[in-house]
């Protein structure tokens, strides 16, 4: 199964600091899944990233939750990324960000 229509996944990459967001929309079984995952990947790699929710009363559809890394000078984010990513069933990202 894919969850690319569900969850879209953005990646922004810059020197020294890497982010994730899923935008969920206003599902709050996905919400669920996504924290979820982030224990999981966060038990299984041993880091700690910043993690925010982007909450929207007025544009539900554009709820999501955000995982960052600053300051990530190993580029440690990558295998959490990925991580994340294949536990969600997600197998590509958007483009436009």
Same mark, same amino acid.
């Given at each position: 199964m894919?969850?690319c229509k569900?969850i879209?996944?953005?990646? @922004?990459m810059?020197?020294r600091?890497?982010?994730l967001?899923?935008?969920?929309?206003?599902?709050? +079984?996905l919400?669920t899944?996504?924290l979820?995952a982030i224990?999981e990947?966060?038990?299984?790699?041993? +880091?700690? =990233?910043?993690i925010f929710?982007k909450?929207?009363?007025? @544009? =539900?559809d554009?709820?999501s939750?955000?995982?960052e890394f +600053?300051?990530?000078i190993h @580029?440690?984010?990558?295998?959490?990324?990925?991580?994340m990513?294949k536990?969600l069933?997600?197998?590509?990202c958007?483009?436009?960000?």
């Open positions: 894919n969850n569900e879209k996944a953005h990646i @922004r810059e020197e600091y890497e982010s967001s899923l935008v969920f929309g206003d599902n709050s +079984q919400k899944k996504i979820d224990d990947v966060k038990a299984e790699t041993g +880091q700690t =990233p910043f929710d909450i929207s009363n007025d @544009r =539900p554009i709820q939750i955000y995982i +600053q300051d990530d @580029r440690e984010a990558g295998e959490f990324f990925t991580k990513l536990k069933d997600i197998d590509k958007e483009k436009d960000t």
